[in-house]
Every structure is written in structure tokens, then in C-alpha cells.
């Protein structure tokens, strides 16, 4: 077999063939709907900085990718793998995109199906899975990000309802969503709570003036004194382990859904170099371009191989929290340097709409910093190595 085959120009160390067929045919589904999809239309949605998010739902629910990982509830449960090869499919076409699909499946339906009551599971999960209904996940807030403890949020009893008050900053999906997650302090310490959002005293505007992930809704989420049944608060997950557990889900697809960008910036720069001519000969025919293609090649390669590593870890049972940092840290990390090499290559073509690369390196910051920032990770890590807590 030819090492670099033209049906897949990119898997260079034979990846593709490590997972098995159920998960690559879901693999090349969700590419298929990336292609047709959001391909098309994507550097119009960025340029005008919106996302038709409820039409798309729909049909990723269709596609059978909300909450894939779980099970029950019309949920797809496949492996922790066949679910990062797909947000590597979905990020190849936008981070937009995935973070749709990461919010909805790993942040908000992951917290119902992990921490939720039987109703709130009969409830929601069903009609997230399909689409009909959007979840947001508020967590951050303007003066507690990476230190998310910290958060002034606040739920307090009246009689048996909760009156839930605070701002949440952020907050992906937050505008067009139908129920939101939220983490708040009590006198019990941090809970989480079902918030249908045409609630009273809820509100949600959208941040505008965005120069990443603009192809994605991002709101704040504003809390004025929302009065909340008793059932409200999800029983489990006290304390930041439940919020931290979610964003453990997330950042699995992050892992995997980077380097899909970074894919893309490849494959488009690639093929960009070789009808380019430059000094009477391709661009790809000169030794810097190929310097850089092969050491790209080189990271995204790595990046894969750990990204499978993880996503096995996960489907055995073993994968510990400050493993993902690591696969978080190096997927973004690389994938953002590929995008900027590649916008290099690309020269003043680079810097517009009419090709991904500058698109992708300008999500890219966004990826870099929420789900954990890089320093975050590195600190995880560090931690992990030493023994020594250097957050504070
Ligand atoms: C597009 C977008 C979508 C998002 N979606 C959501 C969402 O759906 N839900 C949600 O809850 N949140 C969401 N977030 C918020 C995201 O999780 C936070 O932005 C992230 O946690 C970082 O918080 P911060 O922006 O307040 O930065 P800060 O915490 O203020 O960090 C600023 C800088 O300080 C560094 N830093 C932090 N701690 C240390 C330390 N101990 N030592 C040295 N340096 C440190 C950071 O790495 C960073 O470089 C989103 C963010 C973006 C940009």
C-alpha cells in the first residue's frame, strides 16, 4: 500500500486503519454532512458572525451525533473514540460547529444523563438527542474563569423553590437554548440546576464583536432572582467534581476535533502549494514549503496517534483526568501552530475567507483557552509531575 493514498492524503502513518469499520463508515458519514453541510456555507456564517444553530441541530440529531457517547434516552452509545473521530470530522469543517455538538452532548446532556433525576433524564435527553431541544452549559462567569470555585452565583431556598441569581459570561449556545445547566453556590456547596430558559428573570444576550468562533452563539447568561421549582437542582454532583466531570467529556472531543482543523488547513495548503508557481516552479517543489508540510505532517501525525491513545484509554475505563490535559494541551497547541504555518504558505490568499486556514487558526484561540486554558493544562501536568500545586 502506498504510504500517502490519494483517498486519504493526510494519514500518513496508516491511522485510519487502527479503528474499525463501524467507526470509520461513522467517520465518513459525518464528514459526508460536513462536506454537503456546513462546507458550502461556513465562511459566509463566520463572516457575518452567526450560526443557523436550530436548523443544524436538527440535523446533527438526525445524524445521530448529539450525545453519541451516552446511552439511552435516543442516544447512539458508541465509543469514547468513534465519538472524537467525529468531532474531528465536524471541527474539520468549523470549531463552530463541534463546540455546538461538544456543549450539547458532553456539557449539558452529559450532565443531566450523569448527575440528572429520572425525569429530568425523561424530560431533556431525548429531545437533545434528536435536536429539538438545545442545551448551554454556564459554568464561567466574568470574573471566574479558570478558577471556576470562585463563582458568586447564587441559589438560595424560598419555602421549596430556589431563587437562582448571578451572571454567567461565555456561555456557548446560551442565546438559542432551550434549557440551560447551571452552577451555583448553595449552602450545600456548588450544585447544578435545570433552567428552562423561557424562566422568568432568565435572560441570555448574545456577545457580539467576536474574531473567533464567530460561526458559534455566545452569550451571557443573566440570572435576575429566577425562581426555580424544588426538583430544579440535579441531585448529584455536588461540589466542582460534577462540572469538572463534564468538561472532562468535553475535552475529549477537543483532543480529536482540533486536530481536524488542523487536517484541513494541511489538505487545503497542500493542494494550494502545488498549483501555486512561484520562481517557475510550484510552490511545493521548494524545499521551505516542504520543510514545512513534512513537520506539520510530523505533528499531526503524533497528535492523532495520542488522540487514539486517549479515546482507547477512555473506552477501557482507564483514562485519568490528567491524561486528557496533556491530549488537550498538545492537540490545540499544534493544531494552532499547523494553522499558522499554513496561512504562511498560503501568503495574502491566507488572510482571507475564500480558504479555512485563517478561520480555523482564528477558532483555534478560543480552543486554546476555554475547556481549560493551555496554562491550565500545563499547571495539571506540572501538579502531576511534581507533586507541587502551582495554581495559586
Ligand atoms: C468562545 C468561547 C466559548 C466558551 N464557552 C463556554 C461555555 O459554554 N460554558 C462555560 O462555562 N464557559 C465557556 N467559555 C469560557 C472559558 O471556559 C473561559 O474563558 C476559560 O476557562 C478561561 O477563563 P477566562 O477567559 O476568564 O480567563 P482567565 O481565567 O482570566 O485567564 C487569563 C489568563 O491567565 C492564565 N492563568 C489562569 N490561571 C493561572 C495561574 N494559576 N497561573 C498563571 N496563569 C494563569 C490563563 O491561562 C490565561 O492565560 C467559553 C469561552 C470562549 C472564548
Redesign the pocket.
Known sequence: MPLVTPAAPLDYLGVDALVDDETRDLQAAVRHFVDERVRPHVATWFEDGRLPARDLARELGELGVLGMHLTGYGCAGTSATAYGLACLELEAGDSGLR?LVS?QGS?AMYAIWRFGSAEHKQEWLPAMAAGRAIG?????EPD????PAGMRTRARRDGDDWILSGT??????GSVADIAVVWAQTDDGIRGFVVPTDTPGFSAPEIKR?L??RA?V?SELVLDDVRLPADAVLPGGTGMGGPLSCLNEARMGIVFGALGAARDCLETTIAYAQSRQIFDKPLAAHQITQVKLADMTVELGKGLLLALHLGRLKDTGTLDHRQISLGKLNSVREALTIANTCRTILGAAGITLDYPVMRHAANLE?VL????????HQ?VIGQTLTGHA???
Open positions: 463546540s456543549v456539557l448551554c452549559f454556564g459554568l464561567t471566574f474563569g479558570s478558577d454567567k459570561m461565555w456561555i456557548t449556545n467576536k473567533s468562533l458559534s455566545t478560543s483557552t476555554y475547556e481549560g486554558t493551555s496554562e491550565v499547571l502551582a495554581f495559586r
